[in-house]
Each structure stands twice: as structure tokens, then as C-alpha cells.
């Protein structure tokens, strides 16, 4: 694995910080959720344009974008009692087989 790809699952790790930034500021917290949101979206667009430097757009943007999607919703379901529908999780799972999928085509 290329520094590039450590990049992009930094980006994506530091997009699920922002996305809990909102979930604080939906919640209340607007001060706690703002910082988090602004570290978390501003270091993971960081990341991002460092990832870029060795992975194509199209595949980087979709890992990216994978990953928050992925664990957003596993935080959701873990944390905040969202649905946990049998047909949500065979669903969020294709997302990470075409997250691996990607990789191994890259």
C-alpha cells in the first residue's frame, strides 16, 4: 500500500469526524459539533488532495466517499439507534465490496 492510499483512508477516517460534527450540531452541541466538523471535513479535504497526487479521481473520490458512507452508518446504527434492517446492512456491504473492489482494480 502507496503513502497515496494511507492518505485516502485518512481522508475518509477524518470524513466520518465531520459527519459526527453534524450529528452533534443536530444535536445541541453546536459549539463541540462545529470544531468537528470544521477539523474533520478540512483535514480529510487535506488528505484527499494528497491521495490525488497517486490515485485517479474516479477511484479516490469513491473510497472516499465509500468509507464515510460505510462507517456513518455504522456509527448511526451503533450509536444513535438507527435502523439496523437486515437489507440496510446486505446493502452498506456492497459499498465495501465495491470500496475493495476498486482498490484491487487501481
Given at each position: 500500500m502507496?503513502w ?7 481522508a475518509g477516517?477524518?470524513e ?24 474533520g471535513?478540512?483535514?480529510?479535504l487535506?488528505?484527499l488532495?494528497l ?12 473510497v472516499?466517499?465509500g ?15 438507527e435502523?439496523r434492517?437486515?437489507l ?5 456491504a ?10 484491487l482494480l487501481?
Open positions: 502507496t497515496h492510499w494511507l492518505a485516502l483512508l485518512g477516517i477524518f466520518v469526524v465531520g459527519v459526527v460534527g453534524f450529528a452533534r450540531v443536530s444535536r445541541g452541541r453546536a459549539l463541540a459539533g462545529g470544531l468537528l466538523m470544521t477539523l471535513f478540512g483535514t480529510a487535506g488528505f488532495a491521495a490525488l497526487r497517486g490515485i485517479d479521481l474516479g477511484i479516490a473520490y469513491a472516499f466517499t468509507i464515510g458512507t460505510v462507517c456513518g452508518t455504522l456509527l448511526g446504527m451503533l450509536y444513535w439507534g435502523s434492517h437486515p440496510r446492512i446486505a446493502f452498506t456492497l459499498i465495501v465490496l465495491g470500496v475493495v473492489g476498486l482498490k487501481a
